[in-house]
């Protein structure tokens, strides 16, 4: 079935840092959506791409959909505390509207 | 916004028995839902995909029987855990899809079977 995989698992930087993850796959996507998620909540949308080669911001987050369809990148520029969570992609095939996640990223930011 | 309720945030109930856990989508009508089952530091899983009026498509592995899904109205979905075990024991998350706005997610569910 499809896979994404997603890394880095986690990253433990110093507050101020920029952070990027990613997520690739051997399947192509016709969505690509980027959620953090506290302990014990569900996933927040955070950024959501819909055509390949896209490139999304949202405050100092940026996203972008791979040209081939098969990828994608979140940045997190200057991080802060609040940062602090689990992010995952999840990748969107159209017809049924299923998403699959990657394995999420742990993040942690030291103050 | 786009809001999920999901209720109960958390259930603890005794092995054997079943709990029902629901998924309403507040200010919009959800085209389709989703439900996954989320292990510790593990990822979302998805168990099966909901929509109004039929009968739920379930994801290989998952047992329909096990895990019975109700789709009454275009606000309200329900999972029914059965016979819950100790191996049931999970984050169990909601979203619901309206169309050309995208996914909300629900706060999850916390099952713990005792």
């Known amino acids: 079935g499809q896979q994404l995989n997603q890394s880095p698992q986690s990253m433990f930087i110093q507050e101020g840092e920029d952070v990027s993850m990613n997520c690739t796959s051997s399947s192509i996507f016709n969505t690509w959506l980027w959620y953090k998620q506290d302990p014990g909540e569900g996933p927040v949308l955070l950024i959501a791409l819909y055509k390949a080669g896209e490139l999304t911001s949202n405050g100092r987050l940026t996203a972008q959909f791979g040209i081939t369809r098969k990828d994608s990148f979140l940045n997190i520029s200057a991080s802060i505390p609040s940062d602090v969570g689990i992010y995952f992609c999840a990748g969107g095939t159209g017809n049924t509207g299923k998403l699959i996640f990657g394995q999420g990223t742990t993040l942690q930011v030291k103050p | 916004g786009a809001v999920v309720s999901q209720h109960p945030s958390r259930v603890i109930c005794k092995s054997g028995t079943s709990v029902k856990i629901e998924c309403r989508s507040l200010?919009?009508?959800?085209?389709?839902m989703f439900w996954y089952r989320q292990f510790p530091k593990q990822s979302l899983m998805l168990m099966a995909t909901s929509n109004e009026g039929s009968k739920a498509t379930y994801e290989q592995g998952v047992e329909k029987d096990k895990f019975l899904i109700n789709h009454a109205s275009l606000t309200l979905s329900t999972l029914t855990v059965t016979s819950a075990h100790p191996e049931d024991s999970s984050f169990y998350i909601c979203?619901?899809?309206?169309?050309?706005?995208?996914?909300?997610f629900g706060s999850g569910t916390r099952l713990t079977v005792v």
């Open positions: 979203s619901a899809l309206r169309a050309n706005y995208g996914y909300t």
């Open positions: 200010d919009f009508q959800a085209t389709t």
